[in-house]
């Protein structure tokens, strides 16, 4: 596996990019998103990506906008090669547990392996700055495809009767929204990853391209993937203050 600092390198830095690396696609289509919401300057800030691979992604947002990366994943720290951005060993389940917060917490292809989607919410709470920023990408359950497969007696894409990859939590952008809110984030903007399936985007000219994009704007309710960026208005509500639980 290339390392998170040749993966920046080659895929952020201009080298030309694998048409079937799915991953830059998701990155570069996300970063767009965010371009587009959060218009203050981010250089300086604190950046925690969770579930980060072997920081990817981290490095990817360091370079774009000069923030502190740190990534949280399973892996042992004696395997991160890469001295630029800070790495925590965590089972997700178990809490993050930091003293610190953050401006940016990111969680991409995450939230759908989180069996307590509550606890992992508030703990995402806790450790933003108020006005911090909440950024997933998860899959939709109610994609096209599904409407169009599943009425046909087909199983649903991106449910598991078996684990596989751990899917066991799938949402609507309805859904999405609403449970983010009962955790006192504002949702900023919900977007598609993409409308079109990912071999047809990246085999198509840029007019396609750019209509594909506007149609995974204005319609991610039927988009397979959706990203959310949301703010933290206020402490998790759900949680009660230690004198409100005496």
């Given at each position: ?10 895929r952020?830095?201009?080298i ?23 218009e ?7 950046w ?19 923030v ?35 401006q ?9 392996h989180?069996?307590?989607t ?16 909440l ?13 169009v ?63 594909e ?20 208005m ?13």
């Amino acid at each position: 596996m290339e390392s998170s600092a040749t993966y920046v390198r080659n895929r952020w830095l201009g080298i030309p990019i694998d048409p079937c690396d799915d991953p830059w696609y998701r990155f570069s289509r996300l970063l767009s998103v965010l371009d587009d919401v959060i218009e203050t300057s981010h250089a300086g800030a604190a950046w925690l990506d969770l579930g980060c691979h072997q920081g990817q992604f981290v490095c990817v947002v360091q370079a774009k906008y000069r923030v502190l990366g740190t990534g949280m994943d399973v892996w042992p720290a004696s395997q991160k090669t890469d001295e630029s951005w800070r790495y925590f060993q965590r089972d997700l389940a178990s809490g993050i547990r930091l003293d610190e917060k953050f401006q940016f917490i990111s969680a991409l292809e995450v939230l759908e392996h989180v069996i307590d989607t509550d606890a992992f919410l508030s703990d995402c709470n806790e450790h933003l700055e108020r006005n911090g920023f909440l950024i997933l990408t998860t899959p939709n359950i109610n994609s096209l495809r599904n409407r169009v497969t599943v009425p046909l007696g087909k199983y649903p894409t991106g449910l598991e009767y078996r684990t596989v990859i751990h899917h066991v939590r799938l949402y609507n952008p309805r859904v999405l929204h609403t449970h983010l809110a009962e955790h006192g984030f504002v949702v900023e903007c919900i977007r598609g990853v993409n409308f079109l399936p990912m071999n047809i985007v990246r085999r198509q000219s840029r007019i396609i391209g750019a209509l594909e994009k506007r149609l995974a704007d204005i319609l991610p309710q039927l988009c397979n993937n959706v990203i959310v960026v949301a703010r933290k208005m206020c402490p998790d509500p759900l949680v009660r203050a230690p004198q409100e639980a005496r």
